[in-house]
């Protein structure tokens, strides 16, 4: 399901993580512990694909198959040629710009000399050729682009402390978002919201915002909304954190419950020793590396 080899990242002259290796089984509860500062959001950003490992030859991600640096690599490259069409923008800007005064200064002439017609039409023609050629880039570097982040939707799913819903949405409405963004139909979409809801307990809290909603049930809203799309995965950064104790205990039940019920893989990064020492194994990071 995932494996990772040789991880590193570094923050500056920082290195957080220094070589991690990891194997995760599908349908694994993997929690993941460890002092402040030693690398444990770092790494689930990074398996979560939300944040880039060193680029090293010998490192690799894969989630279900998907070599995950490739998918990186894809948005790395783009990024690059941003940066060289930008400056052909400004060129071609420039360019437009000297042609619109010559234009402007030279027009009665132009208009009655054939020679002086022709040399404008021949002017033109790059920049015709340039803004065909632009079109037809944005359209490959959109398909480019949304590579990467439709894995992330599709096959991978986010829960966090801070549940981060939409406070101007309703529960629905934020459990919804997912599937939208992959373009699921909305009636498809709103009748397996509906039915998450229903299944953790919140079926009638459906129209309420999250204001309206206690801590417990804003943090079930996330859980759903990280099911919506079926992901293979569920990555949980302190997903109790925020809570009281008995929220956190019904919290912890939630996952063992949705794996056997959707057979999802967990990985988990927390605090609390109770959620941890439940999980099929507890995985401890000790300064940037995972102590077996």
Known sequence: ?????????????????????????????????????????????ILGTLDKPERNPESSLTINGENVLKLQDLETDNSKQEK??????????AYCILLAVFILFFRHTIENDIIGQVTIAVILLPLISAIAYYTSYFKKKSKKDKILSNFRNLN????????????????????????????????????????????????????????????????????????????????????????DTQSAENLHQLFFQLRDEFGQTFVIVTHNEELANMADRKLIMVDGIISN
């Open 84 to 93: 060289i069409f930008k400056i052909i923008t400004l060129t071609l800007l």
């Open 156 to 243: 991978l799913g986010f829960i966090f402390q801070f549940h981060q819903l939409l406070p101007e949405f309703t529960a629905l409405e934020n459990v919804c978002i997912p599937a939208f963004m992959a373009n699921k139909p909305k009636a498809e979409t709103e009748k397996e919201a509906k039915r998450l809801l229903q299944y953790l307990g919140l079926s009638h809290r459906i129209n309420h915002k999250p204001n309206e909603l206690s801590g417990g049930e804003q943090q079930r809203v996330a859980v759903a909304r990280a099911l919506i799309n079926k992901p293979d995965v569920i990555f949980a950064d302190e997903p109790s954190g925020n809570l």
């Open 1 to 45: 399901m995932i494996h990772a080899k040789n991880i590193h990242k570094f923050y500056d002259q920082l290195e957080v993580l220094k070589g991690v290796n990891l194997h995760i089984k599908k349908g694994e509860i993997v929690s993941i512990v460890g002092a402040s500062g030693a690398g444990k959001t770092t790494l689930l950003q």
